[in-house]
């Protein structure tokens, strides 16, 4: 099993351009995740899925969409790049049922310039 | 939501020693605290779990123990190596029940040879 994976590993954008930042995971997990992760800050929670077709808000959603339209990818989408949104990007999954382990990405590297 | 804050935000112990980091959450209805492991450059990885139903939890050289009452957990390490060197990132279920997570800061451990 792969796991989870992210593409692509690393990514320049000008300010203003959009891009999606792909997430896949092939262990029919329920719940996915998108986390970014600043210095010192910690991992906060961009938005995540509770299955198929469900999204919802984490603590930081604004400039960024989700969509889940199959159980293995869940893309994050940024519209309007800003340089605030450099950052590195990390999408997790967990199983449910009862078992609330995440597992993590390789994350995305973005750099908004 | 729930709240975690992490302390210290740096650790640095003498190779063999013990280390121990220290997480405090807002929450009583949480009931699910991880610790992830995360080195320089690499995705966030378990190392330990537990769940509110028990006190305390090992597994070779590290340990967790919850205190409810106090609403705090820790993170203890014994015998530290040179490969212990990491940020550790605890983290609280966000209620009962949750499979969203809240994360603290981070920890940077240095373990000096």
């Known amino acids: 099993n792969a796991g989870v994976t992210q593409t692509p590993k690393f990514r320049i954008l000008k300010i203003g351009q959009s891009m999606t930042l792909q997430c896949t995971q092939d262990m029919n997990h329920n719940y996915m995740y998108w986390y970014r992760q600043d210095p010192g800050m910690g991992l906060k929670l961009i938005y995540y899925?509770?299955?198929?077709?469900?999204?919802d808000k984490g603590e930081v959603p604004n400039g960024y969409n989700v969509s889940r339209s199959t159980t293995e990818d869940f893309p994050l989408r940024l519209e309007l790049a800003a340089p605030s949104q450099t950052s590195v990007y990390f999408c997790a999954s967990s199983p449910g049922g009862g078992k609330n382990i995440q597992y993590f990405g390789a994350g995305t590297r973005l750099s908004v310039l | 939501g729930e709240n975690v804050e992490q302390h210290p935000s740096t650790l640095s112990v003498q190779e063999g020693d013990s280390a121990v980091i220290k997480c405090t959450y807002s929450d009583s209805a949480s009931n699910y605290f991880p610790w992830y492991k995360q080195e320089l450059g690499k995705r966030p990885q378990l190392i330990i779990d537990i769940r509110s139903n028990v006190g305390e939890k090992k597994d070779q050289r590290i340990a967790v123990t919850l205190n409810k009452t106090a609403k705090h957990f820790s993170l203890h390490i014994t015998e530290t190596q040179p490969e212990d060197s990491a940020v550790y990132f605890c983290?609280?279920?966000?209620?009962?029940?949750?499979?969203?997570?809240?994360f603290g800061k981070g920890t940077k451990l240095s373990v000096i040879p």
């Open positions: 899925s509770v299955g198929a077709g469900i999204t």
């Open positions: 983290a609280a279920s966000e209620g009962a029940g949750s499979y969203q997570l809240t």
